[in-house]
């Protein structure tokens, strides 16, 4: 077990105020959440003790691609947790914002919580939010481990036995980094990465890579959710539109293809395999025929030529270094098993 320690990161009023733009996003994605929620798309009875305020409704389109990636992003770490039960292992959530995987694990799953550490790491400002909502909920306390339990609201963070927030600029995790607190890098672990390394510039988003591939000395596995595609006529005014807001995709140029996010994993260390499909891939193979009736019954979608672009530029990539086999499922779902 590897001591790490989460360092603090120097910047400037500018660079603050930019990372202030992308801290909004949590919020925007919380909404997002909460709108597919509402509409029928997802069941999550957590979300909404995360949102402040009333949710507006979102196109058809939007709620539907909501759903698709995180039924995705489901599958996905379900097949990590349910391959060797017994073995211990450990979720870290890169940029985790307000996601409310982990009690939707506890809750519908709780037997795979004796054998799994939970991380989350974020913004101070994001994370000492999220401590504010568990705090105030009765329904969130009970489903953590009271071992253990330490809560620091001011400083952000919060631990337990099995599930952890960490306020920290992730931009700080490189390769033989200067670490030392209570990363556990001799466990199998899965890192999630939910339009978070999007925001990096190409080298930062590559050093974290390096470092899950150098410094875990098992297997390690990452889902990655991205933005693809900015070359194209829809894909120009999708980064413009976000420019407006002052949002940069730094790494969109460079991994701008399913064939690049491939390439990037491979290269980065993740040799045992590599994978990536759009958000159109996924709904049109991994749906089942009779669910895809039941999200098309919920909206009328008009904008079905809209919907087919918008999801062609979504994509989710995931690839593994498997030491002990708790990856050996993954393979086989690029096919939508």
């Known amino acids: 077990m590897n001591p790490v320690r989460f360092p603090k990161r120097d910047g400037g009023s500018s660079a603050e105020e930019k990372d202030r733009v992308v801290q909004q996003t949590d919020k925007d994605a919380s909404q997002l959440r909460l709108s597919a ?17 009333e ?8 709620n ?3 759903y698709i990636r995180t039924t995705a992003i489901d599958k996905l770490v379900n097949n990590f947790l349910s391959s060797s039960p017994e073995t211990p292992k450990q979720i870290i959530s890169l940029g985790a914002g307000s996601d409310t995987r982990f009690f939707r ?7 795979v919580i004796p054998n799994l550490i939970y991380r ?3 913004f101070r400002a994001i994370t000492s939010r999220k401590i504010a909502s568990i705090t105030a909920s009765p329904a969130l306390q009970s489903l953590l481990s009271p071992q253990g339990l330490s809560v620091d609201q001011i400083n952000g963070s919060l631990t337990s036995k099995n599930y952890s927030i960490h306020p920290l600029d992730i931009r700080t995790l490189h390769p033989s980094a200067d670490f030392s607190a209570s ?3 001799a466990l199998p672990t899965l890192f999630i990465s939910e339009c978070c390394l999007i925001y990096l510039s190409p080298t930062e988003a590559d050093d974290i890579l390096k470092w899950i591939t150098t410094d875990f000395s098992s297997s390690v596995g990452i889902i990655l959710y991205e933005p693809i595609g900015g070359d194209d006529a829809f894909g120009r005014v999708m980064i413009q539109n976000l420019a407006v807001r002052g949002i940069v995709l730094k790494t969109l140029k460079k991994y701008s293809s399913l064939e690049r996010q491939i390439e990037r994993l491979r290269v980065l260390g993740f040799v045992d395999g590599q994978l990536a499909v759009s958000v159109k891939g996924i709904h049109d193979g991994w749906v089942s025929p009779r669910e895809r009736g039941r999200i098309a019954g919920l909206e009328m979608l008009d904008e079905v030529e809209e919907w087919d672009m918008l ?3 979504y994509c ?7 030491r002990s086999g708790v990856f050996a499922g993954w393979r086989n779902l690029g096919r939508g098993d």
Do not use: M
């Open 55 to 62: 949710v507006q409704r979102r196109y058809p389109l939007i």
């Open 316 to 322: 989710v990539a995931w690839g593994w270094r498997d």
């Open 105 to 111: 694990i506890a809750s519908a799953n709780p037997g």
């Open 64 to 66: 539907r691609g909501t």
């Open 120 to 122: 989350e790491l974020d």
């Open 37 to 53: 929620i509402e509409a029928g798309y997802l069941e999550d009875p957590f979300a909404k003790l995360f949102v402040a305020g």
């Open 311 to 313: 999801a062609a530029h």
């Open 183 to 185: 990363i556990n890098t």
